[in-house]
T-cell receptor
């Protein structure tokens, strides 16, 4: 069975600085998707970034980028120029490409932005 | 339109009540999901519907009864709930593996349920 591990329950970063959130996963599959979701306090969960496992190039979305290391089963999220609006719970998630429609979430990292 | 809507936003119900949560999407997604989320925890999958058929039931108690009347609508019927069922109930939708590339799930804002 696949598992997703986020080893940092909480992190803090100064506004305008860069922070990296860690995620590792375990799978025997070769084709899958990885996601980072953001859930601000009392607000909707939204997708931050996704990565297809067959793509070697790391995904980027504006200030958000990932470091995808397939062999190491690592999928970290880098947030550059942190803003107050980035404060949220961040969930790393895994989805198989070939099987059922489940996605598997990590336990989350609560990110605090210090003004 | 990339929106998943959920009603109501908040619900307070007694343990003997019957109520329903509603979820709607118009993105042509054929997979829809119900999750339960406790504070500071990740969402826990409850049910998955694929092409309007129940494909996954994560051993959810029978006091939760899902229904998918059509490809855009998903309901969750609640009956005889317990106080520990109080949580945020999230609906989500996505393409399925049968639709080609299976990408991310789009989440609704959730229904905050309190059982008294």
């Amino acid at each position: 069975a696949q598992t997703v591990t986020q080893s940092q329950p909480e992190m803090s970063v100064q506004e305008a600085e860069t922070v990296t959130l860690s995620c590792t996963y375990d799978t025997s599959e070769s084709d899958y998707y990885l996601f980072w979701y953001k859930q601000p306090p009392s607000r909707q969960m939204i997708l931050v970034i996704r990565q297809e496992a067959y793509k070697q190039q790391n995904a980027t979305e504006n200030r958000f980028s990932v470091n995808f290391q397939k062999a190491a089963k690592s999928f970290s999220l880098k947030i550059s120029d942190s803003q107050l609006g980035d404060a949220a719970m961040y969930f790393c998630a895994y989805r198989s490409q070939n099987r059922d429609d489940k996605i598997i979430f990590g336990k989350g990292t609560r990110l605090h932005i210090l003004p | 339109d990339t929106e998943v809507t959920q009603t109501p936003k908040h619900l307070v119900m007694g343990m003997t009540n019957k109520k329903s949560l509603k979820c709607e999407q118009h993105m042509g997604h054929r997979a829809m999901y119900w999750y339960k989320q406790k504070a500071k925890k990740p969402p826990e999958l409850m049910f998955v519907y694929s092409y309007e058929k129940l494909s996954i039931n994560e051993s959810v108690p029978s006091r939760f009864s899902p229904e998918c009347p059509n490809s855009s609508l998903l309901n969750l019927h609640l009956h005889a709930l317990q106080p520990e069922d109080s949580a945020l109930y999230l609906c989500a939708s996505s393409q399925t593996v049968g639709q080609g590339n299976a990408y991310e799930q789009y989440f609704g804002p959730g229904t905050r349920l309190t059982v008294t």
